[in-house]
């Protein structure tokens, strides 16, 4: 099964992010084979060229196909934007979680007290939990402990986390920390890390696209993400999603309802 959910979501990340570049190739592959099919027509039938040119309008419209395939996954990958607790997103993967990292891995989840409303994708989150711990089961191969945490922070208050956490700015937030005691990264990688396509998996394990899709994920919901890794000491990676102001007001509101109905 999580060998299922983990292809589900790699397909589902590939075609989130070809979907956007898959609307600009069709139009050029378009162009490439009106032109090749004119082409075509122009020459002398009888010309020695006529089947690289059909060789040409072939693989245009095998790709043609491929690019058409492409949008439809991404399009079906659209985001649904609802307020959801990334305390319930984490909880809910438990099992998933459990199944994709294996037994060598010692997985630890802590949620925190307080609500972590933010107004996200569900299925979008899950896939950022996913990557992220894929990612740290890859960098344990020979075991190690993957710790999941969700809780609601204040960062920018006297006393609080903005020193440390200077790229983010001050407020209320939903965190995710996920962390590993594995491999690590080394400056060069730590520094592609993001960057779709950059992979140091063998061919055929890794797309590149694992932590590009998360990164375009928490853009979209105005979040900040931070990356610490040292080769030999593990990678910590901390995700800000901003407390969703509705889902605030929704408690304030369901609270003054509470005081009203009181006797
Ligand atoms: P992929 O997992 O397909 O390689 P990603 O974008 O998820 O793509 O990751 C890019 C690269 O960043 C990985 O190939 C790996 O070198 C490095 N990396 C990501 N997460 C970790 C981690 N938790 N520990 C060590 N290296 C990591």
Redesign the pocket.
């Known amino acids: 099964l999580s060998e299922e959910l983990g292809q589900a979501q790699k397909m589902e990340a590939v075609g989130r992010l070809a979907g956007g570049i898959a609307h600009d190739y069709n139009n050029l592959l378009a162009i490439i084979l009106n032109y090749t099919s004119l082409v075509i027509e122009e020459l002398d039938e009888q010309s020695p060229v006529q089947k690289d040119l059909a060789e040409i309008k072939r693989a245009a419209q095998r790709a043609a196909s491929l690019t058409r395939q492409l949008l439809t996954v991404s399009r079906r990958g659209l985001a649904q934007p609802v307020v959801l607790d990334l305390r319930d997103v984490v909880r809910g993967m438990d099992g998933a979680l459990r199944a994709a990292v294996g037994g060598s891995i010692d997985l630890a989840i802590a949620l925190g007290p307080s609500a972590c409303r933010v107004l996200a994708d569900a299925g979008q989150l899950e896939q950022v939990v996913m990557?992220?711990a894929?990612?740290?089961r890859?960098?344990m191969q020979g075991g190690g402990r993957l710790s999941i945490e969700a809780r609601a922070v204040r960062v920018g208050a006297a006393g609080s986390l903005h020193d440390a956490h200077p790229a983010v700015p001050p407020g209320r937030y939903a965190r995710l920390v996920v962390s590993?005691t594995?491999?690590?990264?080394c400056d060069d990688?730590r520094t592609?890390?993001?960057?779709p396509f950059?992979?140091?998996?063998p061919r055929g394990?890794?797309?590149?696209?694992?932590?590009?899709?998360?990164y375009g994920i928490v853009k979209q919901w105005h979040g900040h993400i931070e990356l610490a890794?040292q080769p030999g000491q593990?990678?910590r990676?901390e995700i800000y999603l901003p407390l969703s102001a509705r889902g605030a007001s929704s408690r304030r509101a369901r609270a003054a309802h509470q005081r009203r109905a009181a006797p």
Not at 182 to 185: A, E, P, V
Not at 205 to 214: E, H, I, M, P
């Open positions: 990557n992220l894929l990612n740290a890859d960098a590993d594995g491999s690590g990264m990688v592609r890390a993001f960057e950059f992979t140091t998996k394990k890794g797309t590149g696209l694992g932590l590009a899709t998360v890794s593990g990678t990676v």
